[in-house]
C-alpha cells in the first residue's frame, strides 16, 4: 500500500515537474521556432507550431544587416571580464568575512546587498555624465567596470557562503605550515572552494551576459553587446518579429550551450554545504 | 631550540576575560602538557603560543627572542589539530610537503625529506592517497608527519586524539610519547584527559578558569595537590573529598584521600559503609560506599574481591596519605 502511495506521488510530481519546466521553457522554444518562420507566418493568427514552411531566410538577414561575431566578442569580453575581476576583488573580501569576521561584518553585507534594490536608473545620469567625461561611453572597458560593479555584491555574498563552509582549522593549519596570506588563499582556500568559486563564475557570467539596462543605454555600436544586437531589431520602421527571433535564438544560444554543459556543476555549486 | 617564556599574558574576547594573567616558562625538549576542563582556556593558551591568536597584553618568548606581534608563519613552530586539518585537495604527499614548499625548498630535499617522515609513520604506502581515503589514526599520522618535516621549535597538539577510538588513542599516545623521546624537541600538548596528561607529560600545567592552578611534574600533582582544585581533577577515579567532622578531626576544612589510600575489612575501620555499585575492571574493583557520617567513597580494592549491593564494610584511611585542604582550597 505505502509502495502505491509513493508511486503515485512520484507520478503527480513528475508531470508537475515537467509541467513547469516547459512553461518555463515555452518561450525560449516558441522564438526558436518563429525564427525558422517567415515575416507574415509569425504574425499569423492562429500561429502555426510546427507545420509551416521553414526558412534560415532570417538568419541570412540578420547576419547581413550587422556583425553577429563582433557583438558576441563584446558579450564574452564583457560578461567574463566583469566576473574575473570580479572574482580578484571578492575572494579576499569574502575571504575577510568569513574567517575575520568584525561586529560589523553582518551589517557590511546588507549594506552591499541593498545596492542591488536601488533601482538602476536612480544612478543612470550621474553614471552617463560621469562616463560621458571620462571618455568611457560606449567602450568595453566601461561596461566591464560598470558590470563589476553591479555584480559585485552577489559575487562577494555566495563567496562569503561558500567559504563559510570550509573549516577555519585547515586555513590555520596553513599558517602554521608558513604560508603567506596569499599563499593561503592561493594554496588552499581557492582550491577547496572550486565548486563555489565555479558556480559563481558561471551564474555571474550569465547575469552579465543577459544584462540589457547598462549596455543599452551606455553602448551605441562599438561596444555592443548582443543584448543591443536584439535590440536593434525592435526599431521605429516596426516589429519584425521573425527577424527578432532570430536575432534572439543567435544571441541566446552560446550561453544557453553553456549553462547546458556547466548545469551539473551549477547545481552543485549552488547546493554546496547545504548538506553535511 | 624550543625554550618558551609568558609573562604577563592576557587574553580578552570582547569584554569577556578568558586569560586573565598567566607567567609560564617551558624548557627545552619538555613534553608539557595543559590539562583542565573544558572552556578553562588550554586552547586558547596554545593558540596565543602559536600566534593563532593575539594577546591582549604581555609577551611571549620563544629562545629569549620576543615574538608577540609575529604572525604564526614566524614563529617556527607546528602544530597538529584536534580536527587533522589536512588539506582535503592535496594527496598524502602534497600534504607533508605543503610546509617544506612554503619555505622555498628545492624538489628533491622534498622528496628525501618527505619520504623520510613517511618511514618513520608507516605513510610510505600512502602517498598518493587523498585524506578522504584514509583511516582516523592514517590521518593523524599525515597530521604529525606535516608537523615533523619542518623540523620546528616545538610541536603543538591541540586535543590531537579526541576523535580517535579509545584502542587508537593508547597507540597514538604511545606513537606520539616516543616520537618525543626521538626528536627530543619541545611538545606543548593540549588535553582535557588527564589521563593522556599523567602519563605522557614531562611536566602539567593544570588550568581553570584561565589561571594556572598548578604546574609540576605528574606525580608531584598527584602526590602533592596544590589544591582542591588539583586534587579533584588529577587521579581517577577522583580523590574523595570529605568535608564535616571528619575533616575537623585533622583540622582542615575539606580532608582528601584517594581510592587506593583506603583499607576494607569486613569487621573493623575508622568509617563503617555499606557497598553500593561495585565495578569490576579485573585487576581493581572500584567501590561505591555509602559511608556512616562521611558520605559517598570510592575504594579500590583488588580485582578478586567479591562483594555485592547492601554488603557492610569497614574503611580506615591511611594516615600519612591523607590530604588536607583550608576553606579556602588551599593545600595545608
Not at chain 1, 514552411?53 to 544587416?65: F, G, I, K
Not at chain 1, 518579429?241 to 556547466?262: E, N, R
Not at chain 2, 580517535?164 to 626521538?182: K, T
Request: hydrophobic content about 45%; proline content about 5%.
Amino acid at each position: 500500500m505505502a509502495r502505491a502511495v509513493t508511486t503515485n506521488r512520484k507520478l503527480v510530481f513528475t508531470v508537475i515537474g515537467w509541467a513547469v519546466g516547459l512553461l518555463i521553457f515555452f518561450p525560449i522554444l516558441w522564438t526558436f521556432l518563429t525564427s525558422f518562420k517567415s515575416e507574415g507566418e509569425a504574425i499569423a493568427s492562429p500561429p502555426s507550431f510546427l507545420f509551416f514552411n521553414w526558412t534560415l531566410e532570417n538568419y541570412a538577414e540578420v547576419q547581413n544587416r550587422s556583425d553577429y561575431f563582433k557583438h558576441v566578442m563584446n558579450s564574452v569580453i564583457i560578461s567574463f571580464g566583469s566576473t574575473f575581476i570580479g572574482l580578484l576583488i571578492a575572494v579576499p573580501a569574502a575571504w575577510a568575512m568569513a574567517f575575520s569576521p568584525t561586529k560589523r561584518t553582518k551589517d557590511i553585507l546588507m549594506w552591499m546587498l541593498s545596492t542591488k534594490m536601488l533601482p538602476p536608473v536612480g544612478v543612470l545620469v550621474p553614471i552617463y555624465l560621469l562616463y560621458r567625461d571620462t571618455g568611457l561611453l560606449d567602450t568595453r572597458l566601461g561596461l566591464v567596470i560598470v558590470m563589476t560593479m553591479i555584480n559585485l555584491p552577489i559575487i562577494v555574498w555566495m563567496l562569503f557562503t561558500y567559504f563559510k563552509d570550509i573549516p577555519s582549522d585547515i586555513l590555520e593549519a596553513a599558517r602554521m605550515d608558513g604560508a603567506s596570506l596569499r599563499k593561503e588563499i592561493l594554496y588552499v582556500l581557492v582550491p577547496m572552494a572550486v565548486p563555489g568559486i565555479a558556480s559563481t563564475l558561471l551564474l555571474n557570467v550569465i547575469l552579465a551576459w543577459n544584462e540589457a539596462f547598462w549596455t543599452l543605454n551606455l553602448t551605441a555600436a562599438d561596444a555592443a553587446p548582443l543584448t543591443a544586437f536584439i535590440a536593434s531589431y525592435s526599431s521605429p520602421e516596426g516589429l519584425f518579429w521573425a527577424k527578432l527571433s532570430a536575432a534572439s535564438t543567435l544571441a541566446i544560444a552560446p550561453i544557453l550551450v553553456l549553462g547546458w554543459f556547466s548545469q551539473k556543476q551549477l547545481v552543485r555549486g549552488l547546493t554546496f554545504g547545504a548538506v553535511k | 631550540m624550543g625554550s618558551f617564556s609568558l609573562e604577563h599574558v592576557t587574553k580578552d574576547f570582547g569584554g569577556l576575560t578568558v586569560i586573565p594573567d598567566l607567567n609560564l616558562e617551558i624548557t627545552d625538549g619538555e613534553f608539557v602538557v595543559f590539562v583542565g576542563p573544558s572552556g578553562c582556556g588550554k586552547s586558547t593558551l596554545l593558540r596565543l603560543i602559536a600566534g593563532l591568536e593575539d594577546v591582549s597584553s604581555g609577551t611571549i618568548s620563544i629562545d629569549g627572542v620576543d615574538v608577540t606581534a609575529e604572525p604564526p608563519a614566524k614563529r617556527g613552530l607546528s602544530m597538529v589539530f584536534q580536527s587533522y586539518a589536512l588539506y582535503p585537495h592535496m594527496s598524502v604527499y602534497g600534504n607533508i610537503a605543503f610546509p617544506l614548499k612554503m619555505a622555498g625548498e628545492d624538489r628533491e630535499t622534498i622528496k628525501r625529506k618527505v619520504g623520510d617522515a613517511a618511514r618513520v609513520l608507516n605513510l610510505t604506502d600512502y602517498l598518493d592517497r587523498k585524506p578522504r581515503q584514509l583511516s582516523g589514526g592514517q590521518r593523524q599520522r599525515v597530521a604529525i608527519g606535516r608537523a615533523i618535516v619542518r623540523e620546528p621549535k616545538a610541536f603543538l597538539f591541540d586535543e590531537p586524539l579526541s576523535n580517535l577510538d579509545a584502542a587508537l588513542r593508547v597507540n597514538m599516545r604511545l606513537e606520539i610519547s616516543e616520537l618525543h623521546h626521538q626528536l627530543g624537541t619541545t611538545m606543548i600538548y593540549v588535553t582535557h584527559d588527564q589521563v593522556e596528561a599523567m602519563t605522557m607529560a614531562d611536566r602539567i600545567v593544570v588550568l581553570n578558569g584561565g589561571r594556572i592552578e598548578q604546574v609540576g611534574t605528574p606525580l608531584e600533582l598527584y602526590r602533592t595537590p596544590s589544591n582542591l582544585f588539583v586534587a579533584g581533577f588529577i587521579g581517577s577515579p577522583r580523590m574523595n573529598l570529605i568535608n564535616g567532622a571528619a575533616a575537623t578531626e585533622h583540622d582542615a576544612a575539606t580532608i582528601g584521600i584517594r581510592p587506593e589510600h583506603i583499607a576494607l575489612s569486613p569487621d573493623s575501620g575508622t568509617w563503617k559503609g555499606t557497598v553500593g555499585i561495585a565495578e569490576h575492571l579485573g585487576s581493581d574493583t572500584f567501590l561505591h560506599i555509602r559511608a556512616d557520617g562521611v558520605g559517598q567513597i570510592t575504594a579500590r580494592a583488588n580485582g578478586e574481591i567479591v562483594l555485592k549491593h547492601g554488603d557492610t564494610i569497614y574503611l580506615t584511611p591511611e594516615a600519612d596519605k591523607i590530604h588536607r585542604f583550608s576553606a579556602e582550597g588551599k593545600a595545608l
